[in-house]
């Protein structure tokens, strides 16, 4: 099995951290970037896309990078990727203050680790998997090495894919079923990095802002499905 590896990337206005993700992809065969520059909905400013040195960035390194412009819903946004993916068998979500670790992270390895988890789930449902990223400036999960979670970011047929309701819940277009992490999910010999300490304080601040109300939001989102669902449950058990 040979896999072509492409990134999903949702950016905006963020040069000094954009050029270090990039700086990073530098050092693997990675076949493709796919690049979403726009404001997302909510986000305190008027200005809708990036400012020209920031896209100049994505001409100034050697790995293969398409930019697509859209200012809008975070969701619609995201699906672009995922949408534009039509050449790669992967694709890997990644954010602008996120980069590769290079002490963690051993390609073939890596590739050879997917390849079997691919083979293995060749019979099931699962398109999606976890890497390792290490929260440099918050902590989830304390280990003897830093803080890291889990993330579902690495998803196989991206084109069948499609985000609903929220920004990390994503199902078969086809088949409806929801992507699970349970399990054989988390891939082994990489890792990435995720802090924000190339950004401005304003920067910062209007992506807190963003930040809280979309929580807001997309929790209130989860608990109506909820509801829904156990609705919808009652009255097929309570249906004569």
């Known amino acids: 099995m040979t896999l072509r590896i492409?990134?999903?990337?949702s950016c905006y206005?963020?040069?000094?951290?954009?050029?270090r993700m990039l700086m990073s992809c530098e050092q693997y065969p990675i076949d493709k970037i796919i690049a979403v520059d726009g404001r997302y909905d909510g986000y305190p400013t008027d200005q809708k896309?990036?400012?020209?040195?920031?896209?100049?960035?994505?001409d100034a390194f050697q790995t293969k990078v398409e930019v697509y412009s859209y200012s809008g819903n975070?969701?619609?946004?995201?699906q672009i990727y995922f949408d534009m993916a039509t050449n790669l068998d992967v694709l890997m979500v990644m954010d602008?203050?996120?980069?590769?670790?290079?002490?963690?992270?051993?390609?073939?390895?890596?590739?050879?680790?997917?390849e079997k988890k691919i083979a293995d789930n060749a019979y099931t449902y699962k398109q999606a998997y976890c890497l390792p990223v290490y929260l440099l400036n918050k902590g989830v999960q304390k280990m003897p090495d830093g803080y890291y979670e889990k993330l579902p970011r690495i998803f196989h047929r991206p084109t069948e894919l499609q985000y609903v309701d929220d920004h990390f819940s994503i199902r078969n277009k086809k088949?409806?079923?929801?992507?699970?992490?349970?399990?054989?999910?988390?891939?082994?010999?990489?890792?990435?990095?995720h802090d924000h300490k190339l950004?401005?304080?304003?920067?910062?601040?209007?992506?807190?802002?963003?930040e809280d109300e979309l929580i807001e939001?997309?929790?209130?989102?989860?608990?109506?499905?909820?509801?829904?669902?156990?609705?919808?449950?009652?009255?097929?058990?309570?249906?004569s």
Do not use: C
């Open 96 to 114: 602008t203050d996120e980069y590769f670790l290079s002490a963690q992270t051993n390609w073939p390895l890596f590739v050879a680790d997917l």
């Open 49 to 58: 896309h990036s400012d020209e040195e920031v896209l100049d960035l994505f």
């Open 199 to 210: 950004r401005s304080q304003e920067y910062k601040n209007n992506t807190k802002k963003y």
């Open 13 to 19: 206005q963020d040069f000094d951290s954009l050029r």
């Open 74 to 78: 975070q969701n619609a946004k995201r």
């Open 175 to 193: 088949t409806g079923v929801l992507m699970s992490f349970e399990g054989n999910s988390t891939i082994s010999n990489i890792a990435l990095g």
């Open 217 to 239: 939001y997309e929790n209130s989102v989860r608990e109506k499905r909820r509801e829904d669902f156990s609705n919808n449950m009652y009255k097929q058990n309570h249906s």
């Open 6 to 9: 492409g990134i999903g990337l």
